[in-house]
């Protein structure tokens, strides 16, 4: 079946195989490397694929074919074991006077190959046998990326010998928690905030649309529950999820039309890849072959830059942003990749094959030797797309692994109490199996200085680099750190991104968006799609005195009372306090209005005076008169005080300015009707009516009615008296500062007792209107309460319709009109028969033209006494 998947990929990825036309000459060299030391550290790398035709239906093969994938990273790998360990034997303080060694082999991937290696490794034979020659192996581990699948076969047969494993490939939580593997150490960092550091990147970005391409494989499956759960935290939607089936899925599945991206998930414009890169899959095969292009990928490691053959320009993953585990650079390993060469290491074969492929070499007929090279070739003249010198996730975990076995084995040679003298290069050998404990506890400082650790309880992956790729130079790649994600930053600052540094895909100049409905702006909440996900919303527009002041806000916010929403309802404004002021054209209308009556009254009560001896004013009661008129100007000037900015003085004297003044003008009323009506119902000399008419009994109303009101008002001032209020509903935008009338049974009580009067005042003169009117008052003091009335019951329902400056101007209006109603009705005629009709001031008119059944001299004594 791996020979299946073998050909599979062959057939899938052909720009990644490379096939060799000298391959009798390959096949004679050695698939594995040798360096003979005191102790020697095994490496298992799958640098090529070593396929066999036949292998699909014969178990022997018959003929061996080689095709090399051009990715630098895996020969980057296998450089920083042998740097490693060169490094490490220059060092007088680590494993001082014992060298190391290596054993490489190539993992081949064949079904009943896959085990080869191992055996040589433990054996130390090349021929498999089924027991062990020698009494002793300078083995003391081995040093892989092997993943779950291949450690699942080869993994028991070194565990039968408890022979130390170290992993340097991505951290796998389930070869730990399973518990079947106790000799498998691993060096890479966990996963821990791969999510978090991702998620943060959308946030950065506002890139709330998402689609995740994930590996099926256990770890993208726990990658995918973590990430959404993240996601799911920070509002951000899933647009898709699509699974990269393996390798050996996708064969099985092979006559199934299977596409990773599809036109239902052309809506996302970022897509996060998951690449496990310890399974063999083909995502980029189904990115580059459907032609997916003006996408920002977000990924897990640099397998992007694997495609070495692949021209930039055209690559549909360029702009990629890469979170990759922040490590530092291994000191001196770019000059020892420079100088590496054929003729300084002629027995490794892999590098013969890379440099026979990108430096145009041929192999001679006689030895198979490298001829007709570049002159002074070196790895470093390769562009970037064909090599990366910067040191890599794999590469620098590679040298940790190796670092770490070394200190392991420095640490239990330490503690050896009986040490053998090494003057004579004779070293003691040891079992294998008592490494793990020292693998297991081992913590050192790398030479780059960073912690290290094998104990998986301890590992945290901090901090992360965002790496970009530029097209620069022109068609090739190169990696640039635009941002850093440290889990140990506070809240707010783990993210730093400069996005000034980001190279976007082909054709994007700005930053691209990836959202499913566009931001909500200020003064919109909003309403979610109904069947649709979370980041899927219409916009709607705050309600009336409510905002938003951010993006994407799900709820409106009320303002408080004493301020308003604004006309974009982004913002609350503060509210202009405001009232019934003089500076106001209202204002300024009333309080013109009121002065001018008020000067028209006191000029009609100087006209009375001055006129104070003819019949018509003598004998309508001119105290009364007087009187009337001067609680008119008291009602005019009273106005005065429902105008300006309230105060409580301002407040308590409005209402009961206003009732006294107005029950002493209705009471003067009343007295001047009743006087009208004992007058002329007084027919006899002797009758009571006309002592009470001669004794002045009428004008003890006005002080009784008035000493009422007062005493209504007393109480009303001492329960619950008015107060400053504020009114923030009436006007928007505006705090409209009144005078609440404090207790409202108290103000109807006393405007109910105003009312009273008058409808009283009304009815009496009402009941008089037929009385000879030469100097009669009753039918004007009848139309004057009637106006009086008209107005203050329209005034009612006005004054509860109207709010904030518009009833205080409708009180004001209502006191104006129906003190200009008693006003105009009662004395407006008076002054016109003065000015106008002099002539019908005499008495001698009046009889002349009197129609009463009375005697004139019994009707001259009455009105004498009316006056």
Known sequence: MLSLIVIFLLLQLPSLVCTFDNEACLRQRSTSVHKDGDMVIGCFLSLYFFMYYTGMIDIQPTRELYFFPLTSSKYQNYLAFIFAIDEINRNPHLLPNISLGYEFHNFISSHWRILENSFILLTGQNEIPNYICRKES??????????????????????????????????????????????????????????????????????????????????????????????????VCAAFVRMVLTATVSYNSAAKKHEILTAETSSANVVVIYYDTDSANDVNFHIVQNLVTWK??????????????????????????????????????????????????????????????????????????????????????????????????????????????????HAMLLEEVQMPPMSNRQVMMFPSWKLHLFLKNIEFSSPSGELVNLDERQKLDSEYDILNFWNFPEGLRLKVKVGTFSSHAPHGHKLTVSEDMIEWATGVAETPRSVCSESCNPGYRKSPEEGKAACCFDCIPCADNEITNNTDMEQCGKCPDHQYASAQKNQCVQKYVTFLAYEDALGKALAGTALSLTLLTAAVLGFFLKHRDIPIIKANNRALSYTLLISLTCCFLCSLLFIGRPNTATCILQQTTFAVVFTVAVSTVLAKTITVVLAFKATAPRRRMRQLLVSGAPNSIIPICTLIQLTLCGVWMGTNPPYIDTDVHSEHGHIIIVCNKGSLTAFYCVLGYLGSLALVSFTVAFLARNLPDTFNEAKL??????????????????????????????????????????????FAPKCYIILVKPEKNFVTGIRDKTHCVRKNSSYHEHASSYT
């Not at 998620?199 to 993208?220: A, Q, Y």
């Not at 030895?367 to 470093?380: I, R, V």
């Not at 692994?401 to 070394?406: G, I, R, S």
């Open 138 to 235: 300078k083995g003391v581990a081995v040093v892989t990326e092997m993943p779950w699948e291949t450690s699942a076969q080869i993994g028991p047969l070194l565990e039968l010998y408890r022979f130390p494993q170290v992993n340097f490939g991505s951290f796998d939580p389930t070869l730990m928690d399973s518990g079947q593997y106790p000799s498998f150490h691993q060096v890479a960092p966990k996963e821990t905030y791969l999510a978090l550091a991702m998620v943060s990147l959308m946030l950065h970005f506002h890139w709330t649309w998402v689609g995740l391409l994930i590996t099926e494989s256990h770890k993208g499956l726990q990658f995918l529950s973590d990430i959404r759960a993240e996601m799911d935290r920070n509002r």
């Open 781 to 826: 003091l009848t139309f004057s309460m009637l106006v009086f009335c008209s107005v203050w019951v329209t005034f009612l329902p006005m004054y509860h319709s109207s709010k904030g400056k518009a009833m205080v101007a409708m009180e004001v209006f209502s006191i104006l009109a129906s003190s200009a109603g008693l006003l105009s009705c009662i």
């Open 296 to 409: 920002v990928w977000v990924t897990n490691s640099q397998w992007h830059a694997d495609l070495d053959g692949r021209h930039f320009i055209l690559d549909p993953f360029r702009g990629i942003l890469v979170v990759s585990y922040h490590h530092e650079e291994i000191s001196g390993f770019k000059d020892f990749v420079q100088e590496a060469t054929p003729l300084k290491y002629p027995e490794d074969t892999y590098l013969v094959m890379y440099w026979s492929k990108n430096f145009a070499c041929s192999f001679s007929d006689s030895d198979c030797a490298l001829m007709n090279c570049t002159h002074n070739a070196s790895l470093a003249w390769l562009p970037l797309n064909r090599f990366q010198r910067a040191v890599r996730d794999r590469s620098y975990n590679m040298y940790n692994a190796v670092y770490a076995v070394a200190h392991a084995l």
